[in-house]
């Protein structure tokens, strides 16, 4: 997620979606989004803060929260408790994961898959702007799939 060619897909579907609502690319936006792609855990604001100044790109906390809040309307972003007075950020990998859903149990298995994102990324359709997806593909787990086959068998000998 995080190798440059990458970055600079998100980067561009960023200024994109920015583009749709009607707000402008600035370079201060763009900055703020690639330090937030670089942050592998949770972030507070005051911490994209201080990665901006070591960066010699200081901008205002408005300029932050509202970047932010943008992040998080795309649901690029989700906020959470983390039970101390600041609210921290984290990223959301929407991207790359596919819900795999049991018909059966119900159970959710979640796997990456890097190339069905490549191709997600570079899709761009009619009139319309994509801000993010999630997939579920439904099928039958390992485990109920074993149980049904056992039901069958069952089933059959007792006809016997
Ligand atoms: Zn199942």
Known sequence: MTDQQDKSV??????????GKGKRKTPERIKILEKVLDFKKLFTVEQLYQVMLNDDFPVSRSTLYNTVDVLMEIGWLRKMNTGESSIAYERVEQTAQIHLKCEHCGKIKLVKDTSFMAYMNARKF?????????LTVYGVCND????IKQLKRKQKSDKK
């Open 126 to 134: 009619m009139a319309f702007t994509t801000s993010y997806y999630n």
């Open 144 to 147: 109920c799939a074993r149980r």
């Open 10 to 19: 998100i980067i561009e579907r960023f200024s994109d979606i920015l583009k």
